[in-house]
């Protein structure tokens, strides 16, 4: 079947660097992205969604990539602070669905 | 003030037993659902109410029923407990199908 994103997998960057969380999804007729934040013992938190009309789209220290062509959707956060610690999922919708498909979540670590 | 509250926190039960989650989101939004995260972070659907509807119903034991008295309130029943019903249940809520959703902060299972 179709799928979204990835298995749960660490990036462990150091405070102030840039993250790149990245995502894959299969659906073609998917036409809406939505990034979320989970910390520990909490619920996800949305953080920035796209549309696919767009290419680009930015938010206080974020930014969201998506490339149709490839099937791809990327997370960027400028300067990683130990608050950016957390469980990050990219989730899906198609043109006709009602759900909101979740992938696997990256595990984004930032060291002091 | 809480946006989707969900009760409680903690569920600690032993198998066979019927147990029920409760949420309430005050948002005015008019759809809720109910997502089963696994040990694995996976986040999948398990029902979504709209108006009060049932919409999505996905592969879910029958031992699983959701209620709706009102728009804003989505409880989860769960009848004759098993070991693999241990989770993390969140109840989210949605403006409407195709927007992003609001969590609350999850209910954690332990079926012992």
């Known amino acids: 079947g179709e799928s979204v994103g990835l298995h749960l997998p660490t990036l462990s960057v150091q405070e102030g660097d840039n993250s790149i969380i990245n995502c894959a999804y299969s659906n073609s007729a998917s036409d809406y992205f939505i990034w979320y934040k989970q910390e520990s013992g909490k619920g996800p938190q949305f953080i920035i969604d796209i549309r696919s009309n767009m290419d680009k789209r930015q938010g206080q220290r974020v930014t969201v990539l998506l490339n149709k062509t490839v099937k791809h959707l990327s997370l960027q956060i400028a300067a990683t602070q130990p608050g950016d610690s957390a469980v990050y999922f990219c989730a899906e919708k198609d043109n006709a669905g009602n759900m909101l498909t979740f992938g696997g979540g990256t595990r984004l670590m930032v060291k002091p | 003030d809480t946006a989707v509250s969900q009760t409680p926190k903690y569920l600690v039960t032993q198998m066979g037993n019927d147990k029920s989650i409760k949420c309430e989101q005050n948002l005015g939004h008019d759809t809720m659902y109910w997502y089963k995260q696994d040990s694995k972070k996976f986040l999948k659907i398990m029902f979504s109410y709209n108006n009060k509807e049932l919409i999505i119903n996905e592969t879910v034991p029958n031992r699983f029923s959701p209620k709706s008295p009102d728009k804003a309130h989505l409880n989860l029943h769960i009848n004759s407990l098993e070991l693999g019903d241990s989770a993390v249940y969140f109840c989210?809520?949605?403006?409407?199908?195709?927007?992003?959703?609001?969590f609350g902060s999850g209910t954690q299972l332990s079926v012992l």
């Open positions: 989210a809520s949605s403006q409407a199908l195709r927007e992003k959703l609001f």
